[in-house]
């Protein structure tokens, strides 16, 4: 059973810095891209980034609200993918998901198969 398991949510303040993490199981992260989104209640899901596996070009938001704030990695050994986020703002307040896909490496969660649950970030002022 594929699960993806993602922690490290929480609520701070304007400024400060969060470690999101996304637990992969039931899929060998090696073979999989991985990537993180953030959405609001009613809203579509916005893509943050994605790590590929090396069949395709890995992916960066070039959002003015998310580019130099972000970083992604992989941590292969621990099976998981990690979102740093830095200088939080409260525009940031989403709940954030990661995905798996096998294929795509990108913007457009609907071209990502596996969701997890998602975390809560809640920043304020």
């Known amino acids: 059973q594929v699960q993806l398991v993602e922690s490290g949510g929480s609520s701070l303040p304007l400024g400060g810095s969060l470690r999101l993490s996304c637990e992969v199981s039931?899929?060998?992260?090696?073979?999989?891209?991985i990537g993180w989104f953030r959405q609001a209640p009613g809203s579509e899901r916005e893509g943050i980034a994605c790590?590929?596996?090396?069949?395709?070009?890995?992916?960066?938001s070039d959002s003015n609200f998310i580019k130099g704030r972000f970083t992604i990695s992989r941590d292969n050994a621990r099976t998981a993918v990690v979102l740093q986020m830095s200088d939080v703002v409260p525009d940031d307040t989403f709940l954030y998901s990661c995905?798996?896909?096998?294929?795509?490496?990108?913007?457009?969660?609907?071209?990502?198969?596996?969701w997890g649950q998602g975390t809560q970030v809640i920043v304020s002022t």
């Open positions: 995905s798996a896909s096998r294929l795509y490496c990108g913007r457009l969660s609907r071209l990502s198969y596996f």
């Open positions: 039931g899929i060998n992260l090696e073979d999989y891209n």
């Open positions: 790590t590929s596996m090396g069949q395709v070009p890995s992916w960066e």
